[in-house]
C-alpha cells in the first residue's frame, strides 16, 4: 500500500511528464484515457488535470481488460504496465500495431517501487 506522500510524488512524475508531452505535441491534448485498475491513481490524475483543457477517461475496474475499445478517441495513453489482465505494455504493443492507432502516444505508469522489466515485449514498441 501506498503512502499520501508516495501518491503525490506519483501524480506529480506523471503530470510532468504528460506536460512534456504535449509541448512535445506541440498543441493542447483535449483526451487522455488513463487505463489503471487503481482507483487512487485514476482519482489523482483526474484531480491534477481538473483545471486544464482536458478530459481524463479512465478505463478501470471490468473495462481494465479491454482499454483498446477506448483508444481511438483519446490523444494520449497513460496505462499502468500492472494491470492484471491487459497490462500497459500489451497496450502499447496493442496502439503501435494497430494503423489507425499507431499516431497516439503512449506513456507507461508504474508504481514507485516495482522495477520496469527491460525484456518485456512491450519495450520493443
Given at each position: 500500500?501506498?503512502?499520501?506522500?508516495?501518491?503525490?510524488?506519483?501524480a506529480?512524475?506523471?503530470?510532468s511528464?504528460?506536460t512534456r508531452?504535449?509541448q512535445?505535441?506541440?498543441?493542447?491534448l483535449?483526451?487522455l484515457?488513463?487505463?489503471d485498475?487503481?482507483v487512487?491513481?485514476?482519482?489523482?490524475i483526474?484531480?491534477?488535470?481538473a483545471d486544464?483543457?482536458?478530459q481524463v477517461?479512465?478505463?478501470?475496474?471490468?473495462?481494465r481488460?479491454?482499454?483498446?475499445h477506448?483508444i481511438?478517441?483519446?490523444d494520449i495513453?497513460?496505462?499502468?504496465?500492472?494491470?492484471p489482465?491487459?497490462?500497459?505494455?500489451?497496450?502499447?504493443?496493442?496502439?503501435?500495431?494497430?494503423p489507425h492507432?499507431?499516431?497516439?502516444?503512449?506513456?507507461?505508469?508504474?508504481?514507485?517501487?516495482?522495477?520496469?522489466d527491460e525484456?518485456s515485449?512491450g519495450?520493443r514498441?
Amino acid at each position: 500500500m501506498t503512502s499520501a506522500r508516495q501518491r503525490a510524488t506519483l501524480a506529480s512524475r506523471a503530470q510532468s511528464t504528460l506536460t512534456r508531452s504535449v509541448q512535445l505535441l506541440g498543441a493542447m491534448l483535449h483526451k487522455l484515457l488513463l487505463a489503471d485498475d487503481s482507483v487512487t491513481i485514476q482519482r489523482v490524475i483526474e484531480l491534477t488535470f481538473a483545471d486544464e483543457d482536458m478530459q481524463v477517461i479512465a478505463v478501470g475496474g471490468r473495462e481494465r481488460s479491454h482499454p483498446p475499445h477506448r483508444i481511438g478517441s483519446a490523444d494520449i495513453v497513460l496505462a499502468d504496465v500492472g494491470m492484471p489482465e491487459m497490462d500497459g505494455y500489451e497496450v502499447a504493443a496493442y496502439v503501435k500495431n494497430t494503423p489507425h492507432l499507431a499516431h497516439i502516444p503512449v506513456l507507461l505508469l508504474t508504481g514507485a517501487f516495482r522495477a520496469v522489466d527491460e525484456k518485456s515485449p512491450g519495450s520493443r514498441v
